[in-house]
């Protein structure tokens, strides 16, 4: 897909819902993006796909901004067009033009037109590098074309020009005194500037990037006239005759929002930002925006965007859990609708969980889409001269990879997601505490089954592939999605392998079953849900993350040297680091991971031993050396990821040791003196989300506005249960929202109405006419 213009992204989203062409091929996929708020159109482009040389473009179609909305919502067959280099045209340019009455040396009176070329914006890229734009300006009339040209800009899509031209446009045989030259009016009518932007190529012909026409008679009126245009393609846009190229067929949703000034919003982010705090949560507005939006899966966006910023997130969705709970029957079934629950979360793991996935299982998933190899196990599906021993064994290394790879990332894994799956844990105990699964599937239902096996089947839509694998490489990613799936719901509901329907599939588990599969899901899921963070209390059982023996420095005041290194055994869990004389004996010391300021790699000259860390916290550094350069990084990792989000992180530290009084990295004299070098920064330490809260409350609003019918139907009904004095009934408007206490939520409704209307006011008030012509 391409816009004309790739601006910053303002208001607007599209919705790719499905993509099928009229003859052969289905693909049923979705996109959602973002656009450029001055975008022009919104172009297809249909390829053969080529093995030996570049792809064939087919057709394309492209549908202008202003023809969108016709299209939203609704599925619509376009017909293929040809795709013609010189259509291909994006950027726009601004000009100056102006009249000069001039004497020529036989006395007579005529006129130049003067043109001046200042700048050109958003020009395109040229096999993916900014081009080398030059400009032509000819004055073009029935018997006339001269043409004058710009110097050539190197390497921008924005060059700046600020070059003039002077054309004779007319010499008058009779002159009489006015107070300013009149062009004759049959000139005007037929001369018109004409700018063509070309990209200078050395060693071949130069490449069009677009045109725009001026008539001169738009200086009747103005002397002056100083516009922007945008660029053409050539021959305005005809449209050539071609085959027929067949047809595409759409469905296309179209979003824009009119956004406000901040201070618009601020009662609605307020009465939205208290949700967690309103009792029942049912009750809250956010809950209410759920509630009424059900059926719109993108509803519940920006909600979880607007809690995530405000840190909200974790408050709202343990009180919605804890809700859903209540009404949850039996244990195998925890967390497995399409609730408010579950889509919140969902939407918090494709947000702060992308980097996660990056480090986690991009690399495999590389590996699997560019090694291409088969790994069909389904006898039906087999093709000729297919080995399914092979096949089998070319999957399970796929799968080992991928299971070693998700299981060995705890300490990977974004507080927030750690914290969640901590409360629905605690929540899913709570509710059923005589089931001693519960805690596993109630975490293992979002990390493996709505997680990392939805990302294992479609890695596109999680930018983890820039385009959907093919075929082959499609079912492969299905099988290991399914296994993947299985073994982490097999490790927390004990499934067992007649639960299998596919007999290849029950053939192919037996292989892991020997492999421990099971204690390593519940160790992942252990280390996931129970660590500390900022909002964590600490009360629940230690959770080991990495153990070894290492060589300690000795924290004590004598001089360094050789006898103040000791074997220790190291330790470190979810809640402090420590070290022992010995496996199993007590603690000598103890460091709890809230007090860590950063963990950093310590030079080899500071002690003259290799692979050697540094663990910062109150007191004294403590000197760590591993017993190999493995073992070190696998230690910086692990600690460097448990006290990221910690408060009071160092920002500079010492890569060498103080000794003799001074500091041997930078000779700083004073013990306490700040560090000399920048500290690592933790890959996924807690990220500050791009998020535009004016912009997520205007969709609210947005939304809010579309379910008008369904508030007031909300309101009706609570208005109804409270009034009615009989016994209570279950009513068909009842049963279609969640109405715990009907006056709490209809004070509520009735706060999200006056909100709407002053919302609806504003934007009545600023609904400026269209912009200026020629403006920018």
Partial sequence: ??????????????????????????????????????????????????????????????????????????????????????????????????????ITENGSVGQHLVVKIIECKELPLISGQNCDPYATVSLVGPARSDQKKTKVKKKTSNPQFDETF?????????????????????????????????????????????????????????????????????????????????????????????????????????????????????????????????????????????????????????????????????????????????????????????????????????????????CEIDPNKLKEGDNVESNKE??????????????????????????????????????????????????????????????????????????????????????????????????????????????YMYDFFKSFQEDKCIEKVKKFLDEISSKVSKESSGLEDAVVLKEGEVQKRAQGKKRLGKKNFKKRWLRLTNRDLSYHKQKGKEAVCTICVKNILAVEKLDESAFNRKNMFQVLHSEKPLYVQAGNCVEASEWLDVLGQVCRCNEGRLTTFHPSNYVGGVWQCCKSQSSSAPGCKPCTTTMLANLQLDIDCDREAERIFSLLSLNDTKLQNMEDACATMVVYQGPQREQEEYSKFTIQEPKETFQTLQQLRNIMEELQQQHHIRNDPTAQYGSL
């Fill in 1 to 102: 897909f391409y816009c004309t213009h790739n601006m910053v992204m303002y208001f607007m989203s599209v919705n790719i819902i499905q993509i099928i062409f009229e003859k052969d091929p289905f693909y049923g996929e979705d996109f959602y993006f973002e656009i450029p708020r001055p975008f022009q159109c919104l172009s297809f482009y249909v390829y053969a796909k080529s093995v030996f040389q570049r792809d064939l473009a087919v057709g394309k179609v492209s549908i202008r901004k202003d023809d969108l909305c016709k299209y939203s919502g609704k599925e619509h067959w376009f017909v293929l067009q040809p795709v013609d280099p010189n259509s291909e045209v994006q950027g726009k340019v601004h000009l100056e033009m102006r009249l000069n009455e001039v």
């Fill in 166 to 374: 002077f054309f004779e446009v007319t010499r008058s045989s009779s002159y009489s005194k006015k107070s300013h030259f009149q062009v004759e009016e049959e000139d005007i009518e037929k001369l018109e500037i004409k700018v063509d932007m070309w990209n200078s190529e050395n060693l071949a012909q130069d490449v069009f990037l677009g045109a725009t026409r001026v008539a001169v008679k738009i200086l009747r009126n103005d002397h002056i006239h100083k516009a922007w245009y945008l660029l053409q393609p050539k021959g305005n846009g005809s449209k050539s005759k071609s085959d027929d190229l067949g047809s595409l067929r759409l469905k296309l949703n179209y979003i824009e929002d009119t956004v406000l000034p901040p201070a618009c919003y601020t009662p609605l982010c307020n009465l939205l930002l208290k949700s967690p705090d309103v009792k029942p949560i049912s009750a809250s507005s956010a809950h209410i925006l759920g509630d009424i939006c059900r059926d719109r899966y993108e509803a519940v966006l920006p909600m979880v965007r607007l809690l995530l910023h405000h840190n909200r997130f974790l408050p709202f969705v343990s009180a919605v859990a804890a809700l859903e709970l209540e009404n949850t029957q039996e244990a195998n079934t925890i967390f497995r609708g399409n609730t408010l629950a579950t889509r919140c979360i969902d939407d918090m793991m494709k947000i702060i969980g992308k980097n996660y996935l990056a480090v986690t299982i991009k690399p495999v998933i590389d590996e699997i889409c560019e090694s291409n190899k088969t």
């Fill in 394 to 503: 070319n999957l399970q290394v796929y799968v080992q990879k991928v299971f070693t790879s998700i299981t060995q990332s705890s300490s990977s894994c974004p507080p927030l997601m750690c914290d969640v799956f901590k409360a629905l844990r605690h929540l899913a105990c709570k509710r059923f505490p005589g089931d001693p699964h519960v805690q596993y599937s109630a975490v293992s239902s979002f990390v493996f089954l709505r997680f990392f096996a939805v990302a294992v089947l479609s890695p596109h839509t999680f930018q983890l592939r820039s385009h959907h694998p093919d075929p082959e490489i499609s079912r492969t990613l299905t099988l290991i999605s399914k296994t993947i799936q299985t073994l982490g719901s097999w490790g927390s509901l004990s499934k067992k392998l007649s639960s299998f329907k596919e007999t």
